[in-house]
């Protein structure tokens, strides 16, 4: 019984070798909402930016995109990058802001670009 545990342990603490990424918008991760919450109270030095949060011993990687100027985020993958487009720039900073959380497997995703409309 104890071998069957730490078996079934050792397959849940890893994404699977096919996982390449999934994405939500307006998502926040529970074990990661208070640094998101400090992350977002900060002022903006850009027009977009991204924080990152990797747990080697659990097999979680995320990336989290944020924009005060855009309102909406296009996620796509190409090659072995993911590529965030912003898009529907808000005027006099009406709307809500674009926020996406990304799983990613590192294996798999090598690089984030950034792009705006």
Not at 88 to 113: Q, R
Request: net charge negative.
């Amino acid at each position: 019984m104890l071998v069957f545990l730490f078996v079934l342990s050792g397959c849940v603490s890893s994404p699977p070798e096919d996982f390449v990424f999934s994405y939500e918008r307006n998502s926040i991760e529970d074990e990661h909402l208070d640094d998101i919450q400090s992350w977002l109270q900060k002022p903006d030095q850009t027009r977009t930016r991204t924080i990152e949060f990797n747990d080697e011993t659990k097999g979680h990687h995320f990336l989290y995109a944020h924009s005060a100027v855009f309102s909406e985020v296009e996620v796509k993958q190409k090659d072995d990058a993911i590529i965030l487009m912003f898009t529907n720039k808000k005027t006099e900073h009406k709307g809500p802001d674009a926020l996406v959380k990304i799983k990613f497997n590192p294996k798999k995703i090598k690089s984030f670009v950034l792009n705006s409309e």
